[in-house]
């Protein structure tokens, strides 16, 4: 394998002159950059990137922890940061916690022990266990999806208790009455705990009724689908369902269907996050839509001025929402 001094002797110059080439520093003529790159394509060297990485004192690695991956606001949000990464020469390490909160801990940890420059933490939960680890990473974090704010750690978050309060009076002016609500973890305190706060305060500020109920799952359409056959027996008058995403929410529209009642008729459903499953189901599902891309984006911004800068005037970023209408409400 070619070496540097085998680019110098090539090119006539020294080995110090092809460092500061290969290293784009100021300082070489035009023509001296023309005749080491010229060398460097001949003799086919590559530059030792670990080594650079070891003097420079920096990897380049980002690294970016997500609860799934078959996620719809996953896959978006991933295109999203990793377009912006990609932009500022650094490279993504992905790791999958499969929703275990444990793992979220383990892999910032080793995160640190892989020297990334910085995480992005797509967070299933915040729990001091969380939080701690957090403050004791060498790296800089950035929540997404949680609010660690008031823990002084940077956060982009989705306005989950107003999409909550929309989906409450939207239920309501479709003429429901009986409105029940599918969430997930009481540890996801976005997804399951602010959304059916919202969805309450809506009904208790206009009608002053609560709602009939709070279930809680998993987020698929199979969970979806099971809790809503016993919900429909337990609760026969169920006329509007809120559920906290999409999947759940296509999975109680099958339950509906074969109880015999009409999804988007007899009972109103909505979901969160606008996933293309919703646009081909039947009904079409009406839900919220987040711009899952564009919070990658901004996260990976976020951190990459924390790299750069080591602070950040900005706490908390919310991210806002758009209401998609379709037949199910």
């Known amino acids: 394998m070619a070496g540097l001094h085998d680019v110098a002797k090539l090119s006539g110059v020294s ?32 530059a030792n990137q670990v080594a650079r990485d070891l003097q420079s004192q920096k990897t380049n690695l980002i690294g970016v922890i997500v609860p799934r991956m078959y996620s719809n606001a996953t896959a978006k949000g991933l295109d999203g940061l990793s377009s912006i990464i990609d932009q500022a020469g650094k490279y993504v390490l992905l790791a999958n916690s499969q929703q275990n909160n444990e793992e979220e801990i383990a892999y910032i940890k080793r995160f640190n022990q892989k020297r990334v420059e910085g995480i992005l933490l797509y967070a299933t939960h915040l729990d001091s266990a969380l939080v701690d680890a957090i403050k004791q990473s060498n790296a800089p974090v950035v929540l997404i999806g949680q609010d660690g704010s008031l823990f002084n750690i940077p956060s982009i978050i989705y306005d989950d208790l107003s999409v909550g309060f929309s989906a409450g009076q939207k239920l309501l002016a479709a003429g429901a009455s009986n409105i029940g609500f599918i969430g997930v973890n009481s540890q996801d305190i976005a997804v399951d705990q602010c959304r059916f706060q919202g969805l ?45 995403t999409d999947r759940i929410a296509i999975g109680a529209m099958k339950a509906i269907s074969e109880s015999g009642k009409v999804p988007g008729k007899d009972i109103k459903v909505l979901g969160v996050g606008n996933d293309e499953l919703g646009q081909v189901c039947t009904p079409g599902l009406s839900t919220f839509s987040y711009s899952f891309d564009l919070t990658g984006k901004k996260s990976a911004v976020l951190l990459l001025d924390l790299i750069e800068n080591k602070h950040s005037t900005v706490s908390k970023l919310v991210m806002s929402f758009d209401i998609i209408n379709r037949e199910s409400c």
């Open 200 to 244: 309450t305060q809506a009904l208790q500020h206009t009608r002053q009724i609560a709602p009939l109920f709070h279930s809680r799952g998993e987020f698929s359409i199979e969970s979806g689908y099971q809790q809503t056959k016993q919900l429909l027996i337990d609760w026969p008058q169920l006329d509007g369902l809120f559920c906290a």
């Open 15 to 46: 080995k110090s002159t092809v460092s500061r080439v290969i290293n784009n520093e100021s300082g070489v003529k035009a023509s001296t950059k023309e005749k080491v790159q010229k060398a460097i394509d001949e003799c086919g060297y590559v």
